[in-house]
């Protein structure tokens, strides 16, 4: 009696897959699924060891990756030889070999970081949007080396100035995040060196430079972001920005305005007045007057108009629903829908600022 055993291509090909047949499977086809395995064993080990060890000198202690501080490092092309020397390196501006970022999430892929933020207008029921990115304002430790320049700090004020004297409803920030993988990290330096006191981040420069992935949305504040597609892009800010200004200074009037909302003005630098009978409407933006308190503590301050509008009750309340309270206790009574509200927005000034104004 003989017996035969026929197998097709499809059932040699599973054999040959087998771990006990991996030899077979090198020695005619050049394929070994053991060093694909440690291989991938090799990959996986990287990764982990890179995210713990970023995670211990980034973090502050503890495992809540929600609650992780944000951290500053130097991002350095692992191939670059010329640091820390900007004059040798060609093109240095446009794309930079190191630079100091800030480290802000852990993600499950990688390490998310702040690239840059910068004065913005956003406009969320027309849908439209503008920045200006003349100023970087990411707080940067090595800033005040030289490493920016001279001129930015002056630069800042006019920008800021600009910035701060448009609704209020329209201010915003544009931030741009990025992303490094943790299988991308060559090396880690949790040391950094006497130019840099912050860990040093070693990472392959890609033709866009060290970041695998990028984020950009629009904040007007902290519990909002939009995203600029979808959004028309206008011009608002200016190429070139003038110097700040200052208007009339009223000293031989006042606005008297609750305790909270002078406390606010002093902490925040900023609050706003309901001007119920127009009262004021000899102010314009950047003119200059006394504030002090209703109450029976008698605090004064001065204050810049910086922007005013008026809308219905309704529009207000769409707009700024948290001042709903505030408008109720001005007016000792609850206000119609309709109603017209004159909104003043004011800005601490302080006796300092004002010996160059004019009265």
């Not at 005619?28 to 440690?38: D, E, N, P, Y």
């Not at 060890?53 to 350095?76: N, Q």
């Amino acid at each position: 009696m003989q017996e035969f055993h026929l197998s097709g291509r499809a059932e040699l090909e599973d054999m040959l897959y087998m771990p006990k047949n991996d030899r077979i499977l090198f020695a005619f086809f050049g394929v070994s699924l053991a060093s694909k395995k440690r291989t991938r064993v090799t990959e996986i080990r990287t990764v982990v060891n890179n995210k713990n060890k970023l995670w211990s000198i980034l973090s502050t202690g503890g495992d809540d990756f929600e609650s992780f501080a944000e951290a500053h490092v130097l991002i350095r092309d692992v191939n670059d030889t010329r640091y820390p020397n900007k004059e040798d390196c060609p093109g240095f501006d446009n794309l930079p070999r190191w630079k100091e970022y800030i480290a802000c999430e852990f993600r499950a892929e990688g390490v998310r970081f702040h690239i840059r933020e910068h004065f913005a207008y956003l406009n969320l029921e027309k849908k439209e949007w503008d920045c200006t990115p003349v100023i970087d304002l990411l707080y940067r430790e090595s800033e005040g080396r030289g490493d920016d320049g001279d001129g930015l700090l002056e630069l800042r004020r006019r920008v800021s100035d600009f910035w701060e004297h448009l609704p209020r409803a329209n201010q915003a920030r544009f931030i741009i995040d990025g992303i490094v993988l943790y299988e991308r990290f060559a090396f880690i330096d949790k040391i950094g060196d006497p130019r840099y006191k912050f860990p040093h981040l070693y990472v392959e420069y890609g033709s866009h430079g060290p970041f695998d992935g990028h984020w950009k949305f629009i904040t007007p504040n902290p519990t909002t972001f939009v995203s600029p597609e979808g959004y028309s892009r206008i011009e608002i800010f200016p190429k070139e920005f003038p110097n700040p200004t200052r208007g009339a200074v009223y000293r031989n009037k006042t606005i008297r305005m609750g305790q909270q909302n002078l406390a606010r003005l002093q902490y925040n630098s900023r609050s706003v007045f309901f001007d119920i009978d127009n009262e004021y409407a000899f102010l314009e933006p950047r003119d200059v007057i006394q504030v002090a308190s209703s109450g029976t503590k008698q605090e004064t301050a001065f204050a810049a108009l910086t922007h005013r509008f008026k809308c219905p009750v309704s529009k207000l309340y769409e707009r700024h629903p948290h001042l709903q309270w505030e408008l109720q206790e001005r007016l000792g009574r609850v206000p119609d829908l309709a109603e017209i509200v004159h909104v003043l927005e004011l800005k601490l000034v302080y006796e300092a600022e004002l010996d160059q104004a004019r009265t």
